[in-house]
């Protein structure tokens, strides 16, 4: 079964505003991983955060991680329309297997 | 460096035939994985590999095979296929388990 829940599912924006989407998770995790996959191709790796750490930036990228609520955000900000894609949550729970959730749709609006 | 490479990028099949999706990577990734993506499902685990010789099943294992022999390929072999088998099936390389993954471009397989 999945580990990982992605919410919303979907979320349409502006250009320019941030898009926030959230993951929850079951059990205790080694790290968190968050991938983007744009449509028709395979995924592309963002950003890995760790069980001991609990925000990380890249670009314009945020990724906090609440291990107590099990739950971790993405932040995206000043969306383009290059960000229009599929956002995946995937958990490594110690146990040689990468579990990922079932997505955030992003559109992103000229 | 060609990173994740998968052969063939479409493919039917009416069913009962078998074949094989080919996966190759020139990063001398120990870990390699493969997963099926269906609509509104994520990826799940089919098959995992932590190096040349072992391998170990994921998520939804039946009716798929796997073989490491060397570092580099990871093919995925479907036994006799099935329509439920229709999906888009990605290979995946990381340095170790738990590292960040590289996917290859995917192939699309429809069972007739």
């Known amino acids: 079964s999945q580990q990982g829940e992605e919410d919303p599912q979907a979320l349409s924006i502006q250009e320019g505003e941030n898009a926030t989407m959230n993951c929850s998770y079951k059990t205790s995790i080694n790290n968190l991983q968050w991938y983007r996959q744009n449509s028709g191709r395979g995924l592309v790796h963002l950003i890995l955060?760790?069980?001991?750490?609990r925000e990380k930036h890249s670009g314009r990228l945020r990724v906090t991680l609440d291990t107590s609520k099990k739950s971790s955000s993405l932040l995206i900000t000043a969306s383009r329309a290059a960000d229009t894609a599929s956002y995946f949550c995937?958990?490594?729970?110690?146990?040689?297997?990468?579990?990922f959730g079932a997505g955030t749709t992003v559109t992103v609006r000229a | 460096n060609a990173g994740v490479t998968q052969t063939p990028k479409f493919q039917v099949l009416k069913t009962g035939q078998s074949m094989t999706l080919q996966c190759a990577q020139d990063m001398n990734h120990e870990y390699m994985s493969w997963y099926r993506q269906d609509p509104g499902m994520g990826l799940r685990l089919i098959h995992y590999?932590?190096?040349?010789?072992?391998?170990d099943q994921g998520e939804v294992p039946n009716g798929y095979n796997v073989s490491r022999s060397t570092t580099e390929d990871f093919p995925l072999r479907l036994l006799s296929a099935a329509p439920s088998q229709t999906s888009v099936y990605f290979c995946?390389?990381?340095?170790?388990?738990?590292?960040?993954?590289?996917f290859g471009p995917g192939t699309r397989l429809t069972v007739l």
């Open positions: 590999s932590v190096g040349a010789g072992i391998t």
């Open positions: 995937a958990t490594d729970a110690h146990d040689y297997k990468l579990s």
């Open positions: 995946a390389s990381s340095y170790s388990e738990g590292d960040e993954q590289f």
């Open positions: 955060i760790r069980s001991n750490e």
